[in-house]
């Protein structure tokens, strides 16, 4: 047997006695199991040596010594929703599901806290949390399917995210085993603290390459008393950019304030009807709440400059109104693959008042490569997840898409923007990241993972060149 091979097998080997032994019913090395947790929304997929399902704290350190004795590369995973390869392993690796890690330790009605494990899914504490009229604002389009876990390792975002921040804003504290296998509880259970540098702001948005995350304490909010569900239809383009920009420079902050054009509108009808209308340029989803004597004038306010900029408002008169809207939102992303079979999904974010000129630049790029560009996302935060769709079997056609990544990076970094404003670097975009960050930036942030893994075994490969 030559020395790769005999590598291999000794491997496998470990992988299915020495480690399925060390958290019996709790291990996997089954094929079928090793494809279910092989892949990401990226489109990336490559089957791990083993699959471990942790139930507490203890077996995560367990997992992490075992990890670090035999120099085995750990890969944690929420539910598998990033969209940037973030929890797509290798051969040589373990994937470490925290899909049991499932449970509301605790909400604090009156410090208004909520203390979970990581497997919680975003939408159930949601709705655990309206129970007690509280409120966790991030609400990522996946809100559905995807874990707080893995939504605190990406530093998710959300439609929401204009008026009440990211994950991070919500983030207090953390317990976290170190690759190490050591414990951290970083943050404060109160609602300042500035004791030491802060780790919870760090290991937020870390993409699970510093430690494994096994509790976390949230901040919520009351719940707000009246929301109102707004739609913008326009016939152009840039003056629903024009109305995004307007709508904000009168100071009114809607806690939604969503952009999709034509093409996206026109893919969610294609596959999951709701009855939008098809024949616009683009839609605008906007929603404010809070008082609502306050919230009817703002909304009366941006009809007015709606109408200005030749958009026509639409409101939804219930709640099953209001849910259909939101279920096409975030049908979207599914939709597109009806379009063509490869998404290159980017995720730019630009200065609110460039979006105009970006979505512009956009269809410019499209017109003159001949390659469907669609856009839709986070317009109020100036977060535009752009499209690029192709098919991989047509390699000139893919290769070209491919190539068009490079100019969007490069044209939303000359508006003064950033390549990522939600679903992080992971595998996708660590070959783009030099454009944006320094050497000497990057060499800090390479000598951070190196002081929490030192020996690289914690989801090696992902965020750096
Ligand atoms: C959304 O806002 C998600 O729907 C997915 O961030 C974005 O598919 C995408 O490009
Ligand atoms: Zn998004």
Known sequence: MGGAQGWVSCFLFLMKNKFADLLPGRVSTEPEDLVCYGFDASGLEAAPSAVAWPHSLEDVVEIMNFARSNRIPVIPRGAGTGMTGGSVPDRSSVVVSMERMNR??????????????????????????????????????????????????ENAGGPRALKYGVTRDYVLGLEAVLPDGSVIKTGVKTAKGVVGYDLTRLLTGSEGTLAVITKILLRVLPMPEEVITLMALFKDLEQSGNAVTAILAYGIIPRTLEFMDGEAVRAVENFSPVGLPTDVEAIL??????????????????????????GEIIMAEDEEARQKIWEARRAISPALYHLKPAKINEDIVVPRTKIPSMLKKLRELSEESGIMIVCFGHAGDGNIHVNIMADKENK???????????????????????????????????????????????????????????????NPGKIFP
């Open 104 to 153: 509301v330790l605790g909400i604090d009605r009156d410090n208004m806290t909520v203390l979970v494990e990581p497997g919680v899914i975003n939408g159930h504490l949601q709705r655990e949390l309206e129970r007690f009229r509280l409120f966790y604002p991030p609400d990522p389009a996946s809100m559905n399917f995807c874990t707080i876990g893995g939504n605190v390792a």
């Open 396 to 458: 000139p056609e893919y290769e070209k898409a491919l190539g068009l990544v490079k100019e969007v990076f490069r044209m939303t970094l000359d508006l003064g923007g950033t390549i990522s404003g939600e679903h992080g670097v992971g595998l996708t975009k660590k070959d783009y990241i030099g454009m944006e960050i320094s050497p000497v930036e990057m060499d800090l942030m390479k000598k951070i993972k190196n002081v929490f893994d030192p020996l690289n075994i914690l």
């Open 285 to 310: 989803l906007i929603e404010l709440d809070g008082d609502p004597v306050v919230i009817r004038k703002e909304a009366e306010r941006i009809s007015s400059i709606c109408s200005h900029h030749q």
